[in-house]
């Protein structure tokens, strides 16, 4: 309802949280308003070509609805767009108006196509991303593939319970967990880790102008993780929400509780 066409997820290794690829630093862009769970398909009728074929919203309105206008052409570096599993490789490059392309390279664009204006890598990213993060700087995703690729990312650098995300319409930001996972095992048991929470509260304020106290929150957070003292359980602690929170809140104000 809102048109949050845009979610943008910046996964950033965390100082003192030694993880297996770190100074890890990418942007994730998923366009999350189309494609397979926008529920808009419809069957190849039979007598045409791939007939019987499934097609959703993607390969129809991806790139001439949002892409040209509101995808950012101004990267200094290559930016990635991938439609996912070499399965479904030759399917689903209709979103960015191309024909089956190489992994690596440009891909051909069909006539009539908009022109990105920008380099493109057209890669397979689950396994890459995993082997070497470090070659990826902006990633541009579909809806479900940037699903997949947020959680992925999330886990390199600590999992769902670190990294911050924010989504844009033309009016809107909704600032949320770069990662959707519910964690439901932890529903009412004082252990889940609050720092994408407090990230994304650090994030919501510094778009209202309000960087001093952005930068407070994020400050704290980040001292928090680095001294190692108070970690929750899936950073490999023991400390519960409420410790980690109150750590929190002592680095905001030295004397709170003295």
């Known amino acids: 309802k809102l048109d949050l066409f845009a979610n943008v997820v910046h996964v950033k290794s965390l100082p003192g949280y030694q993880t297996r690829h770190n100074n890890l630093d990418l942007v994730i862009i998923r366009e999350q ?3 397979e769970y926008s529920s808009l398909e419809h069957e190849v009728p039979a007598g045409n070509p791939g007939e019987g074929t499934i097609q959703g919203m993607l390969r129809l309105l991806f790139i001439p609805k949002k892409t040209p206008l509101h995808i950012p052409k101004t990267s200094p570096n290559p930016i990635t767009a991938a439609p996912g599993s070499r399965t479904k490789r030759s399917l689903d490059w209709g979103h960015l108006g191309a024909h089956p392309a190489p992994l690596v390279g440009t891909p051909e664009l069909l006539p009539g196509a908009p022109d990105l204006s920008m380099p493109i890598i057209p890669i397979i990213p689950q396994s890459q991303l ?5 070659q990826f700087d902006v990633l541009v ?3 479900l593939y940037g699903n997949i690729v947020d959680n992925l990312a999330a886990g390199l650098v600590g999992g769902a319970g670190v990294v911050p995300g924010e989504s844009y319409s033309a009016e809107y930001a909704v600032f949320e967990l770069g990662a959707r996972h519910p964690f439901a095992q932890a529903v ?3 252990i889940a880790n609050p720092t994408a929470m407090l990230l994304s509260a650090s994030n919501m304020l510094k778009h209202l102008n309000l960087d001093y106290h952005s930068n407070m929150i994020s400050d704290a957070v980040k001292k928090v993780i680095k001294g190692g003292k108070v970690r929750t359980r899936d950073l490999g602690g023991y400390s519960t929400t409420s410790d980690f929170v109150k750590s929190v809140i002592d680095n905001l104000h030295p004397h709170y509780g003295a």
């Open 33 to 35: 308003t189309e494609g």
């Open 188 to 190: 009412g048991r004082n």
């Open 130 to 134: 995993v082997q070497n993060p470090y």
């Open 141 to 143: 995703m579909p809806n």
